[in-house]
């Protein structure tokens, strides 16, 4: 059985299609096909399906994609075998939680480069939930983001906990302020980031214990905008205070009490357990870890 199917295998996941794996590669795409094709003959098992103009992974190719990870990172700890930091070359994938990559890891990403400045790292921001599953299914390699459950294909190292705070403007009105008293109406709107954001989730389940109901939702996908809609008295948000603090101290944002009973969410490293720590993995995990290891 011939690892470079494997490689190929991995890159068509990696890039979302056989014509980008083939450029990638610098392989014609009949080259691809072909491959792949020979890899489904050996393992005896149909691994892509063509649903609309996509090809996806069979559930065979689920079944045995964790395999090939344990073979191709084998080859690649070969690779990197007695490498020092400068030497360290290859790429890193890494995904954020929006919040943490803006106002956390800024000082991570810095280090990391000067430590390893061979490693060609690129990272993202997305929704905890779609994080999770992007290291499940191999996209990316490392995940920084907060505590949604434990899944069992992942290795999760806990990070510190970081303090939620309910916050509007200074301007809102003091009627509109008491967010203990249970069975209320009012009229003002939540902002906040995508339905599946773990402080929505956290604030939506205390507001529906409460009876407290808000006549609006508004959703965006920045902390910065939802602060300076937040200012601007369009409404509230429920954040985590590391993004807040310094609107707090200026007076911008005014904090409001509530009686949630953890207002923290913990933030953690993750990676696949099937994965081989590579050195580059083991450095980035190193600095994550010396960074956001105390809470707050």
Same mark, same amino acid.
């Given at each position: 059985?011939?690892? &470079?199917? !494997?490689? +190929?295998? @991995? +890159?068509? %996941?990696?890039?979302?299609? !056989?014509?980008?794996?083939?450029?990638?590669?610098?392989?014609?795409?009949?080259?691809?096909t072909s491959q792949i094709k020979s890899l489904e003959a050996e393992l005896g098992v149909k691994l892509f399906e063509k649903i609309g103009r996509n090809? $996806?992974?069979?559930?065979?190719?689920?079944?045995?994609?964790?395999?090939?990870?344990?073979? $191709? /990172?084998?080859?690649?700890k070969i690779k990197n075998y007695g490498k020092s930091n400068k030497e360290l070359g290859g790429k890193l994938k890494i995904a954020i939680a929006e919040s943490l990559l803006s106002y956390k890891m800024q000082d991570v990403l810095k280090e990391f480069k000067l430590m390893a400045?061979? $490693?060609?790292?690129?990272? +993202?921001?997305?929704?905890?939930?779609?994080?999770?599953?992007?290291?499940?299914?191999?996209?990316?390699d490392i995940g920084v983001y907060y505590d949604i459950g434990k899944h069992n294909s992942v290795t999760t190292d806990k990070l510190g906990a970081f303090s939620l705070a309910l916050v509007c403007s200074p301007d809102l009105n003091m009627d509109k302020r008491d967010f203990?008293?249970?069975?209320q109406n009012k009229d003002l709107t939540l902002i906040g980031l995508e339905k599946q954001s773990?402080?929505? /989730?956290? !604030?939506?389940?205390?507001?529906?214990?409460?009876?407290?109901?808000?006549?609006?939702?508004? /959703?965006?996908?920045?902390?910065?905008?939802?602060? @300076?809609?937040?200012a601007g008295n369009l409404?509230?948000?429920?954040?985590?205070?590391f993004t807040v603090k310094d609107e707090l101290k200026k007076g911008a944002l005014v904090e409001l009490e509530t009686s949630i009973p953890n207002k923290k969410i913990t933030a953690q490293c993750v990676y696949h357990k099937n994965k081989w720590l590579s050195p580059a993995m @083991? %450095? !980035?995990? &190193?600095?994550?870890?010396? +960074?956001?290891?105390?809470?707050e």
């Open positions: 059985m011939d690892l &470079k199917y !494997f490689i +190929t295998l @991995k +890159t068509i %996941l990696q890039e979302g299609s !056989f014509q980008k794996a083939a450029s990638k590669l610098s392989y014609t795409q009949s080259t691809v090809m $996806v992974l069979t559930q065979a190719g689920k079944d045995v994609l964790p395999q090939i990870d344990v073979v $191709v /990172e084998s080859v690649n400045p061979k $490693v060609e790292l690129t990272f +993202t921001s997305v929704n905890c939930y779609i994080l999770q599953n992007a290291i499940i299914y191999g996209d990316i203990i008293t249970p069975n773990i402080n929505r /989730e956290i !604030f939506e389940k205390y507001m529906k214990d409460k009876n407290i109901n808000l006549n609006n939702i508004i /959703e965006l996908y920045s902390i910065e905008t939802i602060k @300076k809609s937040v409404g509230v948000a429920y954040l985590p205070r @083991k %450095l !980035f995990i &190193k600095l994550v870890k010396s +960074t956001l290891n105390k809470s």
